[in-house]
Nanobody, 116 residues
């Protein structure tokens, strides 16, 4: 059973930075892809960023391009999301996910709040 543990959320002023981390455990094989989604109150969950662990290829939502950076540490099955120039509209619960053996697995979520 894949387990994802997130850390790094919190409260920050607009223009500030936060770094989220997600550590995966419980896998017998390499994870294909990991990433982050977010869900703001009253909204649907949306993709933020993904990274293919074998190639390092990344994908970002248009709303975060140039501000957020996703990176991997394959040796530790860990990814990080560096979030810079944060805006109030980035406020949401951020969920780590892993695509492994044809299934998606999700973390418990971490709250990010950006004050104006």
């Amino acid at each position: 059973q894949v387990r994802l543990v997130e850390s790094g959320g919190g409260l920050v002023q607009a223009g500030g930075s936060l770094r989220l981390s997600c550590a995966a455990s419980g896998t017998a094989f390499s994870i294909d892809r990991m990433g982050w989604h977010r869900q703001a109150a009253g909204n649907q969950r949306e993709l933020v960023a993904t990274i293919t662990l074998t190639t390092g290829s990344t994908n970002y939502a248009d709303s975060v391009k140039g501000r957020f950076t996703i990176a991997r540490d394959n040796a530790k099955n860990t990814i990080a999301l560096q979030m810079n120039s944060l805006k109030p509209e980035d406020t949401a619960v951020y969920y780590c996910y892993a695509y492994y053996r044809f299934r998606n697995y999700w973390g418990q979520g971490t709250q990010v709040t950006v004050s104006s």
